[in-house]
């Protein structure tokens, strides 16, 4: 069964000098506030698209890669996963850097890695940001 999850944002003003609120209404976790600085300077409290894409991706690739460990009967113990979105003004999105550290007993680092390349091919949002460049280092804990 398909499923949609839905936010929403409001903008007031121009880029430059104007700002929005972005609310996660499928959840209702929360409205958080974006403005042009927080995606091109210092983020000074407020998120941006690069950082909502950090969280997708890092989360959705963790999903991935313990079903992936799980399926070939290695569940893992913890994943730890972070994401990198590099935004560069004018040009747009740059690179994703995925760094995943996992704990998964009896499993050797080769076998780690082999499976989470599998997995940043296979998580949806990758597939979803195939026209971005997305690196991976991957060891165990």
């Not at 550290?101 to 009896?106: I, L, M, N, Q, Y």
Request: aromatic fraction near 4%.
């Amino acid at each position: 069964m398909a499923t949609t999850r839905t936010a929403t944002t409001r903008w007031e003003g121009s880029l430059m000098e104007g700002s929005g609120q972005v609310t996660l209404e499928s959840s209702g976790l929360g409205t958080y506030d974006v403005s042009w600085p927080s995606r091109a300077e210092e983020p000074d409290g407020r998120t941006s698209p690069e950082e909502l894409i950090a969280a997708a991706h890092s989360s959705c690739f963790s999903m991935a890669l313990s079903n992936g460990l799980a399926k070939a009967g290695s569940p893992p113990e913890r994943l730890e996963t972070t994401a990198d979105v590099t935004f560069q003004p004018g040009e747009g999105i740059t690179g994703i850097h995925l760094k995943v550290v996992g704990t998964v007993p009896g499993m050797s680092a080769e076998d780690f890695v082999e499976a989470a390349e599998g997995a940043k091919v296979d998580c949806p949002v990758s597939k979803a940001l195939t026209g971005t460049t997305i690196t991976l280092d991957a060891s165990l804990a």
